[in-house]
């Protein structure tokens, strides 16, 4: 029996785009293929980021989504974060893997990619005689499963959030990312908390901690993890900070539909003292 065909796949924010994995599909029935994905990090677009590994953070939930879409699809598929230099790191997966050919997936049209300002379809080509294919994911059409962010600090645990994710979860397949802005104490141990809550009630989440600031948080969790929705959680206007300074209409500017779910100060308490 033949060796399965060798795939590398380059990509980054397209990384879990249908078009990708259907192309991806599309080699599987013309005979056995195995799959390594490789998915440079980010550098965030605005603000302070509060740790070293957060960008690896992400593209690592990128990833694993994909994985885990390629393994139902039956894709013998395994996968690696790596440094930002992409023509860098297809050079250093060429040296390391060997593949048999391949695929670089990039938004489309020079606008949006990045990649193809830079020219790395061509450039690529240049440095390998392996086949290169590019594939073009539009992240804007329709998805499978949505993408959810969920932006909330002290209210995270409110029994109103928890109701309004659940029914977002009950009305259509969703993934949910759970941001707190890192601002203040106790942030960590409130984003393992609701993790295991959502774990706990069969929900599809996945949680890290963001910029102090809500706003740049939301800016940069939307160019790392291409929500197709926001659901932002705060105290009521007379007790939130956030409202003061005005965060739902600035990410609302963002282009993405908002709920803005409110949670009273004894609602949090309670559900602190709960996971306590």
């Not at 959502?198 to 969790?221: Q, Y």
């Not at 160019?223 to 005005?246: A, C, K, M, Y």
């Amino acid at each position: 029996m033949a060796e399965p065909r060798h795939i590398l796949v380059v990509a980054n924010e397209t990384v879990a785009g249908k078009t990708l994995i259907e192309a991806l599909q599309r080699h599987a029935e013309e005979g056995p293929i195995r799959v390594t994905v490789i998915c440079p990090q980010n550098e965030p677009r605005a603000g302070f980021v509060v740790y070293a590994d957060s960008r690896r953070s992400s593209a690592d939930r990128r990833l694993r989504r994909t994985l885990d879409l390629l393994h139902e699809a039956g894709i013998a598929a395994r996968g690696a974060v790596v440094d930002p230099d992409p023509l860098q790191a297809i050079k250093d997966a060429i040296h390391e893997y060997d593949p048999d050919e391949i695929i670089i997936s990039t938004h489309p049209g020079e606008l949006r990619s990045s990649w193809l300002r830079a020219n790395l379809i061509e450039r690529a080509r240049k440095v390998t005689d392996k086949p290169v294919e590019h594939v073009v994911v539009d992240l804007e059409s329709p998805r499978e499963r949505a993408n959810v962010l969920v932006l909330a600090n002290q209210t995270i645990l409110g029994r109103p959030l928890l109701d309004a994710i659940r029914v977002r979860a009950e009305a259509s397949p969703a993934d949910f990312t759970l941001l707190i802005p890192a601002d203040a104490v106790g942030a960590e141990r409130r984003l393992k908390s609701i993790c295991s809550l959502m774990a706990d009630a069969g929900i599809e989440a996945t949680g890290h901690l963001g910029d102090p600031d809500p706003v740049v948080a939301a800016e940069n969790a939307i160019h790392d993890e291409n929500p197709d929705e926001i659901i932002v959680s705060t105290f009521p206007e007379q007790t939130s900070g956030w409202l003061r300074r005005g965060v739902i209409g600035r990410i609302k500017g963002f282009g993405l539909p908002v709920t803005h779910v409110i949670v009273t100060p004894q609602e949090a308490d309670a559900a602190q003292e709960a996971v306590a």
